[in-house]
């Protein structure tokens, strides 16, 4: 499970090199430094282990790919789009595109289950709202070291809900994406849309 989530944290580093090479996104040494530091942070926290690619692992690199490509096409639409169009229109092509693949492995649901997937849903939207509101108003090089902040959030929910172990590695790396992402935030001077 670690090393699929850690595949996942390659999606920044696509972004922002589609953000470079796309978009003509200036990438300074502040941007670079919060990126590595934030990967190397990831990295100790979720210590991957060292094996041959499996299909999951492959699902999930491909994955990355197609979250980094989705962010860079958010961040174009926000020229012309409004956040609400964006988040309005992601859902219904999610839902059209994934339904054939739901109907295939479709088991009917209890209420309980039913009551956690409207709230996945709920937070997932508006996950996909902020996140819209942020490449509206910043470089993706600005908002995609940020990214890593998720994994922080997942080991504090993993403490207090799920009674996981805390250990060195895991301070370290939280303490290092902290560090980055203050670093970044603190020394760009962002011009905000109004």
């Known amino acids: 499970m670690a090393d699929v989530t850690a595949i996942n944290y390659l999606t920044p580093i696509f972004t922002t090199i589609g953000a470079i090479l796309i978009f003509k996104e200036v990438i300074t040494f502040n941007r670079i430094f919060a990126l590595i530091l934030s990967v190397i942070g990831a990295m100790l926290i979720l210590k991957p282990g060292y094996e041959v690619l499996s299909d999951g692992k492959i699902a999930q690199l491909l994955s990355t790919i197609f979250f980094a490509i989705s962010y860079l096409i958010a961040k174009n639409l926000t020229k012309t789009e409004s956040t609400h169009s964006i988040v309005i229109f992601l859902t219904l092509f999610a839902t059209i595109t994934l339904l054939p693949f739901t109907l295939l492995i479709w088991t009917k649901p209890i209420m309980a289950d039913l009551l956690l997937l409207l709230g996945v849903a709920i937070l997932g939207t508006l996950g996909h709202y902020f996140m819209t509101i942020a490449l509206s108003l910043a470089p993706l ?9 998720q994994l922080i959030w997942s080991t504090i929910i993993g403490l207090l809900l799920f009674n996981e172990s805390l250990d060195f590695f895991i301070l370290i790396g939280g303490a290092l994406i902290v560090i980055a992402i203050v670093r970044l935030s603190a020394n760009e ?4 849309k109004k």
Request: aromatic share 16%; charged share 0%; net charge neutral.
């Open 141 to 149: 090089t600005i908002t995609q070291p940020v990214i890593f902040f």
């Open 189 to 192: 001077n962002l011009s905000l």
